[in-house]
Each structure stands twice: as C-alpha cells, then as structure tokens.
C-alpha cells in the first residue's frame, strides 16, 4: 500500500512537472527580459524621435530644448551639440531612425523570448551580448566614464549568468 502511494505521488509530481503546472519561472531570464523590453522601449522612442525630427532645422531644435532645460544657450554643451548636429543631414536621420528601430526590435525578441525562457533568446543573447563586448571596451578606454563602466558591468553579469544558465542545462540533459 505504501509503494502504490509514493508511486501515486511520483507519478503526480512528474506530470505537474512535465505538464508545466507547477513550473517556477527563472528570475535572473525574467529580470535579462524585462531589461531587453525596457531597452527595446527605449530605442522604439529613440526611432520615433529621429523620424520626427526629419525636415526639421536640427540647430533650431536644440536650441529650443536647451531654452526649455534652461541651459546657457552659448554653455559648452549646447555649443558642443550644435556642433554635432551639423554634421546630421536627412539621410543620416534616416539611417540612425533604421538602425534604432531595428535594434529595438532585436531587443524586443530578445526580452520575449528570454520572458517565455526559450533556450534560441538565450543563445541569441548571449551571442549578441559577446558581439557587443569589444565595442563596450573601446568606448570605454576611449571615454572612460560612469554610464560606460556600469553598462560593460550590466552586459558581464548578463553574460556570465547566460553561459552559467546553458551550462547548467547542457548537464541536467546528459543526466
């Protein structure tokens, strides 16, 4: 009678396990994915800018944002900006509203599917995080500040948890 029961609980907990119902969700995939959706956001409003900003005088633009931000209109960063933005014609915004919006929807794939924990979002965020890696340490030896160290140390950690994640996979699978 005894084994019929353990059976019996055996064979309950393993088709709620293998029916899902019972399945905790991976915090560290869901905070990676929460943070790819926040990114994925970000760039969408970004491309939204650059189009809005197509056949609009740039020099003017920044102008009114450092009069609304109460910035010294001849200040250096604003001298700085509006020297830059010479250098943004049509084509250029073009570009730049493409390539946000391409990355966000990257990013938009990435946070889905590390949201719903699929192994492809894992290895494709790892694969992308990797990508990124050499660019994140020559801007940051170029311009060393803050914002760039704490990006470079978000982008490791993420890292280093993905290849723990898979590593941790590949031997639950070979057992």
Known sequence: ?????????????????????????????????????????LFFLLGIGAVHLLHKDLGDEIMRLATALKFDPESKVVTLLLDKVDLIDAHRLKQISLATFGYSLLALTEGIGLMLEKVWAEYLTLSLTISFLPWELFELARHPNWFRLSLLAINLAVLAYLIWLLKRKKVAQST
């Open 1 to 41: 009678m005894e084994t019929e029961l353990s059976t019996d609980r055996n064979w309950t907990s393993s088709s709620a396990a293998s029916s899902g119902a019972h399945h905790h969700r991976d915090r560290g995939l869901m905070a990676i994915g929460l943070f790819k959706l926040g990114k994925a956001i």
